[in-house]
């Protein structure tokens, strides 16, 4: 009989000599999963590792001491938010390396997300834009209690790709 461990993860800011692996970590979670493929413009986008840190916070997760997960956090009126209004942390581009999928490293990423918010001054919320057709993330959200948002749901512009956004109200 096997008995599960706990699941150790460490959540901290990435730095330069990460950028490699949160790329390979962002392309073959987004491609693997059947998101985009590999020519797909956003690709492009989710690969600038550099740009998102230098114009965002970019996050990863160590599981056994390799870098398992990559989150990028923006807040309103930075270049990277999407939707995030005052007083909202939001997320984005989270990738869990497809060998650590379904071990719980995304749901620790996103509750050390949640605690990493409650330390902020000035946040209340946290906010997370998500395509319609990515229902793991969508099950992972509401799950830690995340809520749709249906009115702030919106479309990438030229494509007729629905977002949705879910959001989550932090507590006292």
Do not use: C, N
């Amino acid at each position: 009989m096997s008995v599960a461990l706990p699941l150790t993860v460490t959540f901290r800011r990435a730095v330069p000599a990460d950028f490699p692996e949160v790329r390979r970590i962002t392309r073959d979670a987004y491609i693997g999963a059947g998101h985009f493929p590999a020519d797909h413009p956003y690709m492009s986008v989710l690969e600038d590792v550099e740009h998102r840190a230098e114009h965002a916070q970019v996050w990863v997760a160590e599981a056994d001491g390799k870098v398992a997960a990559a989150v990028t956090l923006t807040f309103a009126g930075e270049p990277y938010s999407e939707i995030a209004r005052d007083g909202e942390l939001e997320f984005r581009m989270l990738a869990v390396d497809p060998a650590h999928q379904g071990g719980g490293v995304g749901r620790a990423v996103v509750r050390q997300i949640v605690e990493h918010a409650r330390q902020l001054p000035g946040i209340s919320a946290i906010s997370i834009t998500s395509a319609t057709f990515m229902e793991r993330a969508h099950a992972l959200y509401r799950s830690l209690d995340f809520r749709r948002a249906p009115e702030r749901d919106w479309y990438v512009p030229g494509e007729d790709v629905l977002l949705w956004v879910f959001r989550l109200q932090l507590g006292g």
